[in-house]
């Protein structure tokens, strides 16, 4: 499966993470090479310090950054995407741009999701022509040591979109 993450801080970082060492393809999208790399770096140093503390071996750490692709070009980040993650500032407008303009690149049975921890799924999904596919994902920080993430429906969240959101997360636990 490959995986979009639009939004290289803390939560993007803490979901390309452990969706690349659960086996995904991952891309990870900022607005700034700098922020990319720099969002690259911290894993790679998240995942040195679980070796470190065996809690992992070597060799699945270095599988997991090298799923792991970086970009700022939001069409080839997008591009092909399975499961579109979107964890940028919460700021709904900002949201509602980011997934507007990302959609644009997706196919048609992609996954849409935001990490939405205070804005009403609905009222993201508004800026979408396919509402139906969007819902929130709410991981909690740190994001490789929580297990728990959050599933939320708006108004217009399909029950396939629900199904794939709940299959997805279980597959990354």
Do not use: W, Y
């Amino acid at each position: 499966m490959r995986v979009t993450v639009l939004g290289a801080g803390t939560m993007g970082c803490g979901i390309a993470h452990v969706a690349a060492f659960a086996g995904h393809d991952v891309s990870l999208r900022d607005v700034e090479e700098d922020i990319v790399s720099d969002g690259i770096e911290g894993i790679a140093d998240t995942l040195d310090e679980s070796v470190e503390q065996d809690a992992i071996v070597r060799e699945a750490a270095d599988a997991a950054l090298d799923r792991i692709t970086g970009t700022t070009d939001l069409e080839r980040a997008v591009a092909g995407a399975d499961v579109l993650i979107e964890a940028v500032p919460e700021d709904l407008e900002l949201k509602r741009r980011v997934l507007g303009d990302a959609e644009a690149f997706l196919d048609a049975d992609a996954l849409i999701a935001s990490n939405i921890p205070s804005i009403p799924v609905t009222a993201i999904a508004s800026a979408l022509d396919s509402p139906e596919r969007f819902c929130g994902l709410h991981f909690f920080n740190p994001v490789h040591r929580m297990a728990l993430v959050e599933v939320v429906t708006g108004e217009r969240t399909g029950e396939r979109t629900r199904e794939r959101a709940v299959s997805f997360v279980e597959g990354i636990d």
